[in-house]
């Protein structure tokens, strides 16, 4: 009888630990889907020049794509940025804090 509640509590422990990185990580969503308007962000990863995923103030992370003269090629992890977001492209981009 303890043998198998102990092969029960490894067998949780394991699939907690495999379920749990995946779980804690913030949750993506299309940029197409945020709302238009101006929002401050955290750069999490630049992609490209045209491409930088980012955190949202509301904790979601999405990938923000650069239209027109604006460019991610300046931008580095863990930057500020204030972006205007229309129809999920970004075609203004400011950096607030280095």
Not at 1 to 27: E, K, Q, T
Not at 43 to 70: W, Y
Request: charged share 15%.
């Amino acid at each position: 009888m303890s043998v198998s509640i102990v092969r029960r509590s490894i067998g949780a422990v394991f699939l907690s630990a495999l379920i749990a990185p995946s779980l804690a990580s913030a949750a993506t969503v299309s940029a197409s889907l945020v709302p238009d308007g101006t929002y401050v962000v955290q750069v999490e990863a630049v992609k490209d020049a045209r491409h930088a995923l980012v955190l949202l103030p509301n904790g979601m992370e999405t990938t923000l794509t650069a239209t027109g003269s604006a460019s991610f090629s300046n931008v580095k992890p863990h930057q500020q940025l204030r972006v205007s977001i229309i129809a999920g492209k970004t075609p203004v981009l400011a950096v607030t804090r280095r």
